[in-house]
């Protein structure tokens, strides 16, 4: 009788020992796995510019750009203008003035992935190179610029 009651002990702690390995094993469980904020997927966000002409027009500026990518995240453009009295086409940009359009704003017209911006009061005497910058909605992908296109 006294060996059965050792062995029923027995059970009795394993079966502790057991239930409390399974909550264990429950609670680290639930613990597992990646928790994090969704990200974009960066390449499938992304989107560029190229300009393809711009023409000065008296004392305003014309620039005509197509977009490639998911260019649906365009959230701004800016606009640079690098004015110089002298030309120097190997030279960095060097932006002397810019200007922060919103895709609603008068001077930016979209049609579909053609951007056309325009800008009013420039110094037509000078020498001219323009870059446009469009914002991403993700601001963690950064800014996108364009290529410099060169007025002479």
């Not at 390449?43 to 300009?51: L, N, Y």
Request: proline residues 4%; aromatic residues 8%; hydrophobic residues 35%.
């Amino acid at each position: 009788m006294e060996k059965i009651q050792v062995t029923l002990l027995r059970i009795s702690g394993m079966k502790k020992y057991i239930y409390w390995g399974l909550v264990l094993l429950l609670v680290l469980g639930a613990g597992c796995g990646k928790k994090v904020w969704p990200e974009p997927e960066a390449d499938d966000e992304r989107f560029e510019i190229k300009i393809e002409q711009a023409r000065l027009e008296g004392d305003c500026l014309y620039v005509q750009a197509r977009l490639r990518g998911n260019y649906q995240n365009l959230t701004g453009v800016i606009l640079e203008v690098e004015e110089s009295v002298v030309p120097c086409p190997g030279c960095p940009f060097m932006a002397t003035s810019s200007e922060v359009l919103s895709p609603g704003a008068q001077e930016v017209h979209m049609d579909g992935d053609l951007l056309q911006v325009s800008h009013c009061g420039v110094d037509s005497e000078k020498y001219k190179r323009v870059r446009l910058t469009g914002v991403n909605v993700y601001r963690d992908l950064g800014d996108v610029r364009s290529n410099v296109k060169e007025l002479y």
